[in-house]
Antibody, heavy 119, light 107 residues
Framework: EVQLQESGPGLVKPSQSLSLTCSVTGYSITSNYWGWIRKFPGNKMEWMGYISYSGSTSYNPSLKSRISITRDTSKNQFFLQLNSVTTEDTATYYC?????????????WGPGTMVTVSS | DIQMTQSPASLSASLGETISIECRASEDIYSNLAWYQQKSGKSPQLLIYAANRLQDGVPSRFSGSGSGTQYSLKISGMQPEDEGDYFCLQGSKFPFTFGSGTKLEIK
């Protein structure tokens, strides 16, 4: 079965970079599409971006040039980097796999990792 | 961006009751809509995709309907394990956007 697991620091200082890893088992990241989604306090959710099976990426314009999603196919991991964070980036971050058939639905998600931005 | 307006924000239902949750899109999303359930501290679980397709393993008491800009999730016969948060996701146009969520509790 497909499993995803987020990891990374739970506390990041303002103006620094947030870096998270998503480790995938049971499915190769060289297939399909893999995304990052976050849930803010108060439950608003935001799709952040994805990396494809070929390594191409697409990002939410709201994150402008702050975001980068990369991967290490040898470890079957993909990564999120968000630069110049502020307290408004405090959220639970999820990595997820796109459902193979159909439109942009995510059928497997990691358990999420909470990141607090605070000095 | 497509705005997804979800209602109600919270809902209390008795066991066995049938409930509905709505999502309205700010423009036509051509049935590219998914419904998720999320229990406290857990990852979201896909219930419905393509507006009315039941994800494998999801109980048949869950159903989805709608088209254009109006969509709904129905639970036919509330069960204790159905307590949780529910949200919709439109997968029609970048950037994908979510409804604001509905908290479902047992009365």
């Amino acid at each position: 079965e497909v499993q995803l697991q987020e990891s990374g620091p739970g506390l990041v200082k303002p103006s620094q970079s947030l870096s998270l890893t998503c480790s995938v088992t049971g499915y190769s990241i060289t297939s399909n599409y893999w995304g990052w989604i976050r849930k803010f306090p108060g439950n608003k959710m935001e799709w952040m971006g994805y990396i494809s099976y070929s390594g191409s990426t697409s990002y939410n314009p709201s994150l402008k040039s702050r975001i980068s999603i990369t991967r290490d196919t040898s470890k079957n991991q993909f990564f999120l980097q968000l630069n110049s964070v502020t307290t408004e980036d405090t959220a639970t971050y999820y990595c997820a796999k796109k459902k193979l058939t159909g439109s942009w639905y995510f059928d497997f998600w990691g358990p999420g990792t909470m990141v607090t931005v605070s000095s | 961006d497509i705005q997804m307006t979800q209602s109600p924000a919270s809902l209390s239902a008795s066991l066995g009751e049938t409930i509905s949750i709505e999502c309205r899109a700010s423009e036509d999303i051509y049935s590219n809509l998914a419904w998720y359930q999320q229990k406290s501290g857990k990852s979201p679980q896909l219930l419905i995709y393509a507006a009315n397709r039941l994800q494998d393993g999801v109980p048949s008491r869950f159903s989805g309907s709608g088209s254009g800009t109006q969509y709904s999730l129905k639970i036919s016969g509330m069960q204790p394990e159905d307590e949780g948060d529910y949200f919709c996701l439109q997968g029609s146009k970048f950037p994908f956007t979510f409804g604001s969520g509905t908290k479902l509790e047992i009365k």
